[in-house]
């Protein structure tokens, strides 16, 4: 066939598999013929529970003439020829060994193809199949009403009117005429009819084979074609068409609502297709309870249409007006006359006529390419299920839900893959081949990886070759021309749409092209990609008065052609949309990669067709890492670019300011701060800027203000003209924009150092105080008996990753003292075989390397300081947080001989921090590994263990910390800028629920591991985050759903270069010269060994369900251990509500329920043990009560304000009453974080980690215990049921304090004993004592 043309000529390839269909051909062919009797050929997929909201809305657009009504078969339930089957004993067929050849080169594994079958054959829904039957004939009863209708003879407009307002008032569902925008006047010279259709077919998916039950169902679409005599030759003109289209689906409406057989069945309601108000239909949805239909989910709709000889389409062309200014400013049939090129052209316009008059034309098109590749129905069911899952239609967002992308559909996917298939045949050269016999998979693979790289903007395609592409793209965005050369299938989708689908497309192909592992849960099942609070870097919340954004409908203040232009989106929401995406894209291109504006779906039909007042959007904003966190946005040179001058001034008014820079250019730029600026202040750049566009140019105001009080002034100070029609930002009814991501940076904020004064506090100085020591240590060679070769630093704050900057010391000027944190850094030397080999020795001559170091550094800097200091005194939350009641922890187990293992604090006098070190010795580790060797042959069971725990604490202290610190560093610094706030918040929030190192909280290593996870390898197909609140909020969806149990969690950081930027800032994969995608990252091999190392542990029942996380050096998770499958669940509940939480704040744009993240419930504990306030030594690292009400002042959170006080055993008052009359002295005023102890310079001294280690130490079987490590003064413990909860025969050998228990009767001589809660109660108020400030349990 010529390549235009919308009928091909059949191969014999193609013929002889016609001729295995031996009913659906002929019907088919029946169907295909718009003037034959009643035939049903079936309809779409994706349903949506809302029409207007369908990801598949051209579905119906897809007129595949397939099985008629009642003359189906079984038989045809299918489009794809059988195969034969090979015969037994005999040679594999060529269908056996192409799907053997496709396995072994496609797939990494059987299962991948295994699962991709199952999905197909679960989510598939075809016509003429069991679990149909209720619908079919449900179809065939819809059919025979709807051709049994009487006619309805021509009248009035306001005959019409009142003809429908009666007859629905007979049905009792009183109903109006839906007449789009603007509706017709009165007398209007229009005449209005109904004749019952001649021809109703089902079109779309359903038919074909392609339809897929989704979240919301799926859509049958019936089309009804309205007969010619109702129109006239001109009615294209002037919203003639909609008007008669509207009546035509009104008695539609009312004839199905009075047939008591469908009433019985269905809802019958109007909707819109692709939220088009010129476009009403019929919605038809099950009742509940309804037999074989409430069960399928489906929505049946009916689709009026035209026949394509009906109106001229060939006049309907894009760069042409069909409404006239003059009927827009006179609301009545206004004349014609004048010259048509001058008025603004109505592509949208023509494209929904076209739309209507094409239905069966692209139905019988995808038809002939069923028949040509047996396999494409597979396919287009595997894009329709991929872009279900990342689109945000009918998703709920707490109690909105989004309309999503309506035009950019599964039948836009199923026509792009036409086009590959179609095109490769016709030999139009433009993107990749497929082949017709090509598999399923090799389909949509081929599919993915065009969308992923295809712009339709810069490359715009055709089938044909005749289509005027140059009027399409004058006129249109993207542009795909039909079959037919006169429709652009991408009308009305607007550019972040495909922006978005590009980007996903890119991710999809690195997934299903990695080179390691099958990721179908990501390309097919993962529902991150719906969820829009994670999805985007910032996520915004914007309600406004929509009229105010529309231009007036009449009077004055009418301006025809933006009004016209407006109308153009068949929506006034659509229209706003619009508006707000190409403004905000336009003015922030450089700092942004996608701008997303999701409208909500919770009106009815109804009341869109005239303007809402209030509207709710959801603006995602997915940011340039390298740009959004730019302290200046640089613009044009006025000089050079006068144009883009004068548009960058009309964006930012007076925050555009003329600068000259180092490099001689002078260049308009917007300025967002000065100096050494926070993590968390750049973060909130992209708001601000958000913000003040929105405030300058709609008088939008933001509720909590996020912009800063320079912005505020600037923006008031001078606004546009065009901007005053919007009134002011005071104004009770004016818009409002709430944002989220700077609200939750603040909860990385601490009393002291907030988002101001982090400014001269900042991991940056930190790191550069470390550089300068290491230089000042290296300088030191000629005193030292080897030479030092490198400085490890291990500490948290010098790699981003501890809660806030190391802070400076400074002692002549009063600073802060109540907590000196130890920077802890490892020294290397040269090595040497003179080190001894007793161990004890060892430690004796390390010690003594240290004094030397010690001495010589003071000799060089008088002013610094040096003590030296056992490795454990002081340990506390930021010198390696360790799952506690284990080997790794001190106790009782470990060789307490290697304690004497000792360090040294030197105070930095430059900087004012202070490094803790220590020396690393590899001949240690050999020494301890031999000796435990020789204590397993000697049969010394108990010390071998002993020195094993020794081992392995020098392993993890000096090998395994300096390469996790390096890994951190490394992509915190280079790589993921929004990594350190990310890690920041996820330990302040595990902090806050007591779940962070000490006792037995989650690693301090193992969270850094677990918010890298959403960097480096991302969840569900989702890009890099690049700002804290989406990493964060990242990780508490892995906390909540991530099955630990079951699937392999590893850290791969090697993959942070597998994406690369291109021209558009977007995330591209490295391909190579065929098109083939490359992914990085680690190798099969070590993948292969992680996956062995978890399967054995899976295997021999070491998981149990608990967190652990894996790496390609730790691929056994051995470095940092697991946490408790008891604590792992209580993350996942916590996870979960905090999720609720903020999808909540969301929802109500109020941040009111954002401290609830971080606030953990107390009820659930068996006793409360509150600290004295005074002698909390880290109580500045407290949440700033700012944070939690930005209204109030830098106070420190009283926790006990939000959480409940259990019971109090009185004989324990007394005991705490003494305690608190020993105080250890009244604190001066001036100085709030004062050394409590009156002891400055203490170095790493926190009373409330030593207090909890030792009651952990003591207490291990008994009791576990929780408190938040950044300056709780709560200890929270849970008895171990085990021990407490019931009573045991007495023994010498208990080691627990217990009492008899004479209410139980002995079963022998010995007497029953339970364990003394009240006892051990007051042990520990008495190893408090000067801390303890009251303790509280529950009674039974």
């Known amino acids: 066939m010529a390549a235009g043309g919308i009928a091909t000529k059949r191969t014999p390839r193609a013929a002889e598999a016609a001729k295995s269909k031996s009913k659906p051909k002929p019907v088919a062919r029946a169907a295909a013929d718009e003037e034959s009797d009643i035939d049903m050929a079936s309809d779409s997929d994706d349903n949506s529970q809302h029409s207007e909201g369908s990801d598949d809305d051209n579905d119906e657009e897809m007129a595949e003439p397939m099985l008629a009504g009642e003359n189906a078969s079984s038989e045809g339930a299918t489009n794809a020829p059988e195969h034969k089957k090979g015969h037994p004993g005999g040679k594999p067929t060529n269908a056996e060994i192409m799907a053997l050849n496709e396995t072994s080169l496609l797939f990494k594994s059987n299962l991948f193809k295994l699962q991709v079958d199952e999905l197909l054959s679960e989510t598939s829904v075809a016509a003429n199949t069991k679990p149909t039957r209720g619908l079919d004939a449900a179809l065939k009863q819809i059919r025979d009403v709807l051709t049994s209708l009487d006619d309805v003879k021509e009248m009035s407009t306001d005959s019409a009117s009142n003809y429908v307002r009666k007859q629905s008032k007979a049905s009792g569902k009183l109903a109006m005429i839906p007449f789009p925008d603007p509706s017709p006047a009165v007398g209007m010279p229009i005449s209005f009819g109904f004749k019952a259709p001649k021809v109703v077919n089902i079109v779309g998916s359903y038919p074909l084979g392609m339809g897929v039950q989704r979240h919301g169902g799926f859509n049958v679409d019936v089309v009804v074609q309205m007969p010619a005599e109702l129109f006239q030759e001109r009615d294209y003109l002037n919203y003639r068409y909609f008007y008669k289209r509207a009546f035509y689906v009104a008695v539609l409406l009312i004839g199905l609502q009075q047939h008591s057989a469908i009433s019985e069945l269905f809802d019958v309601e109007f909707g819109s297709l692709r939220s088009d108000t010129r476009l009403p239909i019929v919605v038809l949805r099950p009742k509940s309870g309804v037999k074989h239909l409430g069960k399928l989910g489906c929505t049946v709709r009916i689709l009026p249409s035209i026949a394509h000889d009906t109106l001229p389409l060939k006049r309907l062309s894009p760069e042409r007006n069909y409404v006239r200014p003059s009927y827009i400013s006179n609301a009545k049939e206004g004349s014609a006359e004048g010259d048509e090129a001058n008025f603004p052209a109505t592509p949208q316009y023509s494209a929904a006529i076209l739309s209507d008059a094409l239905l069966l034309t692209h139905m019988k098109y995808l038809f002939e390419t069923t028949e040509m590749c047996p396999e494409f129905p597979r396919a287009a069911s595997l894009l329709r299920i991929w872009i279900g899952q990342r689109t945000a239609a009918g998703r709920q967002l707490g109690g909105h839900r989004l309309a999503g992308s309506q035009r950019l559909n599964g039948f836009v996917l199923t026509m792009v893959l036409a086009w590959l298939l179609r095109c490769a045949h016709s030999g139009v050269s433009s993107g990749p081949k497929l082949s017709g016999t090509m598999s399923a998979y090799q389909l949509f693979k081929g599919a993915v990886e065009f969308l992923a790289v295809h712009d339709f903007e810069e490359m715009p395609i055709q089938f044909g070759t005749v289509a005027n592409l140059e009027a399409f793209g004058d006129n249109f965005g993207a542009v795909f021309v039909d079959p037919t050369d006169s429709l652009n299938l991408l009308s009305g989708v607007q550019e972040w749409e495909l922006a978005e689908l590009r980007m996903e497309a890119r991710l999809t192909a690195l997934d299903i092209n990695h080179h390691v592992e099958d990721r179908f849960a990501r390309v097919f099942l993962s529902a991150a990609l719906t969820d829009i609070s994670a999805k985007y870097d910032h996520v915004f919340r914007l309600e406004v008065d929509l009229s105010k954004f529309l231009s007036a409908k009449h009077g004055a203040e009418l301006k025809p052609a933006r009004r016209l232009a407006e109308l153009e989106f068949g929506h006034p929401v659509a229209a706003v949309q619009n508006r707000i995406a190409s403004f905000l894209s336009s003015a922030l291109e450089k700092h942004t990669r996608l701008i997303a504006v999701h409208p909500c779906a919770d009106a009815r039909f109804e009341d869109g067709v005239k303007a809402m007042r209030r509207h709710v959007f959801f603006i995602g904003v997915v940011a340039d890492a390298k740009e959004a966190h730019h302290l200046v946005d640089l613009g044009p040179n006025p000089d050079l670019q006068p144009e883009e001058a004068s548009r960058f001034r009309a964006y930012w008014g007076e925050r555009a300011e003329l600068r000259r820079f180092r490099d001689g250019a002078i260049r308009l730029a917007t300025v967002w701060g000065a100096g050494e600026v926070s993590m968390e202040k750049r973060a909130s750049i992209l708001p601000r800027m958000v913000a003040y566009l929105l405030r300058r140019h709609f008088s939008i105001r933001t509720v909590p203000e996020v912009m800063q009080a320079d912005d505020l002034f600037v923006v008031d100070n001078a606004r546009p003209n065009n901007a005053k029609a919007f009134g002011l930002v005071t104004d009770p009814l ?76 400074s002692m002549e000027q009063g600073g802060d003292d109540s907590f000196i944190e130890p920077l802890h850094v490892i020294v290397e030397f040269m090595t040497s075989n003179k080190w001894p080999d007793d161990i004890t020795a060892l430690h004796k001559i390390k010690t003594a390397f240290l004094l030397r170091l010690g001495e010589a550094y003071t000799a060089l800097h008088p002013d610094s300081r040096v003590e030296l200091v056992n490795r454990f005194h002081g340990r506390g939350a930021a010198d390696g947080l360790l799952t506690g009641a284990s080997s790794l922890t001190l106790g009782a187990h470990e060789n307490m001989d290697y304690e004497g293992d000792n360090c040294i604090d030197i105070r930095h006098v430059a900087s004012g921090l202070t490094f803790r070190l220590s020396v690393l010795c590899d001949r240690e580790g050999e020494l301890l590994a031999k000796k435990a060797g020789d204590m397993r042959l000697a049969g010394l069971v108990a010390h071998a263990e002993a020195i094993e725990m020794a081992h392995r604490r020098w392993t993890r202290n000096h090998i395994w910390r300096p390469k996790h610190h390096r890994q951190i560093l490394d992509l915190c610094q280079r790589h993921h800028p929004a990594a350190s706030l990310t890690i920041r918040l996820l330990k302040r929030w595990l902090s806050r629920h007591m779940l962070l190192g000490q006792a037995v909280g989650v690693p301090e290593e193992l969270a850094e591991l677990v918010a890298l996870h959403v960097f480096t390898d991302v969840s569900g197909g989702l890009s890099e985050p690049a700002t804290g609140y989406a990493g964060f909020v990242r990780c508490l969806g892995l906390l909540a759903e991530w099955r630990w149990g079951e699937d392999l969690f590893a850290v791969d950081f090697s993959a942070d270069t597998r994406e690369v930027s291109d021209e558009d800032g977007g995330v591209v994969a490295k391909t190579l010269a065929q098109g083939v995608w490359a992914s990085s990252g680690m190798s099969a091999e070590a993948f292969e060994a992680l996956q062995k190392a978890f399967a054995e542990a899976k295997e021999h029942g070491k998981l149990k369900g608990g967190l652990r996380v894996a790496t390609e050096d730790d691929p056994e998770a051995a470095w940092w251990g697991a946490v408790a499958p008891v604590l792992t669940r209580r993350l996942r509940t916590l996870a979960k509500a905090s999720l609720e939480c903020v999808v909540s704040c969301l929802d109500a744009g109020s941040d009111a329920q954002l401290p609830q993240v971080f606030t953990t419930p107390l009820d659930d504990y068996d006793f409360i043990i509150r600290l004295r306030r005074d002698v909390v030594c880290r109580k500045y690292e407290q949440l700033p009560r700012s944070a939690v009400l930005p209204e109030c002042g830098e106070a420190e959170v009283a926790d006990e304000d939000v959480l409940d006080e259990p019971e109090i055993f009185k004989n324990l008052l007394p005991t705490m009453q003494q305690s608190q009359q020993r105080v250890l002295g009244k604190l001066p005023a001036s100085r709030r974080h004062a050394n409590p102890f009156q002891r400055p310079g203490m170095v790493g001294f926190d009373p409330v980690a030593l207090y909890v280690r030792d009651l952990a130490n003591v207490y291990r079987d008994s009791m576990l215990l929780f408190n938040d490590v950044y300056g709780g003064h709560i200890i929270a413990g849970l008895w171990n049921p085990t021990v407490v909860g019931k009573p045991v025969a007495f023994a010498a050998n208990l080691l627990a304090n217990v009492q008899v228990a004479s209410e139980v009767k002995a079963s022998s001589s010995r007497p029953m004993v339970s364990y003394n809660v009240e006892a051990v109660l007051e042990e520990m108020a008495r190893l408090g004592e000067g801390i303890v400030e009251s303790i509280s349990a529950k009674r039974d």
């Open 734 to 809: 004016a818009g409002s924009l709430f944002c989220l991501s700077t609200r939750i940076a603040a909860f990385a904020q601490t009393i002291d150092i907030d988002a101001d004064s982090a400014e001269q506090i900042s991991f940056e100085a930190a790191v550069n105080a470390f550089d300068e020591f290491q230089r000042e240590i290296k300088q030191l060679e000629a005193q030292m008996p080897l030479r030092v070769l490198s400085l490890h630093a291990v500490a948290p704050g010098l790699r981003y990753a501890s809660l806030v900057p190391p802070k400076p010391l």
